[in-house]
């Protein structure tokens, strides 16, 4: 078991904009991340499964071709490989949870 306070977790930005915190589990990854407004996702795809929640602001997340406005409470369940992209319409914050692990996201806040 173990506890964490976000705020004792150093953020770094990952894409311009875009600024997180990670916690890993044995099977999961949880991104916690600021997005000031304007700021795009490029289109990608990955192999993990991805459940996407908007916790404030706006956010314009496309999937596989469907856009939608996201706002607080909004959850996306993006199933593993396909596209999706995204823009901040504000700042935001919101919260990812990856399944497997992100091995490329370990030790990014170290």
């Not at 999961?28 to 000031?36: N, R």
């Not at 993990?48 to 908007?54: D, F, Y």
Request: glycine share 6%; net charge negative; hydrophobic share 40%.
């Amino acid at each position: 078991m173990s506890f964490k306070n976000l705020k004792d977790i150093v953020p770094k930005e990952i894409l311009p904009g875009y600024t997180v915190r990670f916690v890993h589990t044995e099977r999961m990854t949880f991104a916690f991340w600021d997005v000031k407004a304007n700021s795009p996702l490029p289109e990608h795809a990955h192999e993990h499964e991805q459940v996407a929640n908007v916790l404030e602001g706006e956010y314009e997340l496309t999937v596989n071709g469907e856009t939608k406005r996201l706002k607080p409470g909004d959850v996306v369940v993006i199933p593993s490989n396909v596209p999706h992209s995204g823009v901040a319409i504000t700042d935001c914050k919101l919260m990812d949870v990856f399944a497997p692990v992100r091995e490329d996201y370990l030790g990014a806040n170290e």
